[in-house]
């Protein structure tokens, strides 16, 4: 039968029924596939929720890793989006993929677990409506100090950083705009300047304080503070409250010329394949017990009100982790600077390479 109909049906009809039969049988492979391809920061993702994801829904997840929000874009810009289906970039990456038409639109109807987020984190500058990404963690970019190699209150500004007497003893993050936006907080001027001369001058004021940087590092800074490398130096709250749990010296100071603030959020790059894995993915996340497996075992702030709930009491009134008001006095969202941020990377890459 079959073959009589496309015998005898006109050649229209046939590249019509053929085309319809090959949507079909792509969309039920995809849907038949138990996979995802994940692609996330450097210990950013228990292995526990994996493997309970698996077995609750037989979806093998691969997981890969990037330590900057730079190799993320470079990665998927030179996939052109496809190889992975859901990633977690930062704030201001989620705008300009947003805006460079490199996300997918989520499915909000496949996601019921949507409700349990703070209203307060949702439709932030970086996604209007939160229609393409979906808060993971949230935190802030403050100072890691040893109070046992630092005298305890000597260092409360970023500016303090540049004090000669700690020569060689700093960790700077390898990253871009958390650096400048220090350097920037410290000359009074907004972390999403896209003023040249402004940020020539951050430029200008990095390099006096390369003598006291040790080490640049954003894959797993706990690790120089953990073992004394380092006696101060920026890191992520998160990771600060991991490190103090293996070395009670290390205390986090929130600078007074304004910390950081950050969210990551899940996202669906536009040629991913397993898309109603990826969807299966984020709502198994935003499931309150789930979101507090990850919120403690990765040591950063549930944007999940219903897991927070559920977290210990000691963990939800840990100013490193949830900060006060007072916390955030000045502080910023990190937002896309456009065709500004060539300048920021000439003048990074001047910077790491000492001229």
Known sequence: MKRRFFALAPPVMVLAFLGIWTGLATEVSAAEEKKLELYNWTEYM?????????????IKVSYSTYDSNETLYAKLKALKGKGYDLVVPSTYF???????????????SKLPNFRNLDPKLLDG????????????????????VNNKLVAPGAVQKWADLWDPKYKNSILLLDDVRDVFSMALKTLGYSINDKNEAHLEEAYLKLK??????????????????????????????GETH????ENKDIGYVYPKEGAMLWMDSLVIPKGAVHVENAHKFIDFLLRPEIAKMVSEEIGYASPNLEAIKLLPKEVRENRVIYPHEEDLKDAEFQTDVGEAITTYEKYWEALKAGS
């Open 94 to 108: 989620v705008s300009r993929m947003r805006n460079e038409g490199m996300l997918l639109k989520l499915d909000k």
């Open 125 to 144: 500058p970086y996604d209007p409506g939160g229609e393409f990404s979906v808060p993971y963690m949230w935190g802030t970019t403050g100072i890691a």
């Open 208 to 237: 006096g304080l390369l003598p006291n940087v040790k080490i640049f590092n954003s894959e797993s800074p706990k690790v120089y503070f953990i073992e004394e490398e380092v006696a101060l130096g920026m890191s992520w709250n």
């Open 46 to 58: 228990p292995e526990a929720v994996l493997a309970r994801f698996r077995k609750e829904t037989g």
């Open 242 to 245: 991991k490190a103090t749990t």
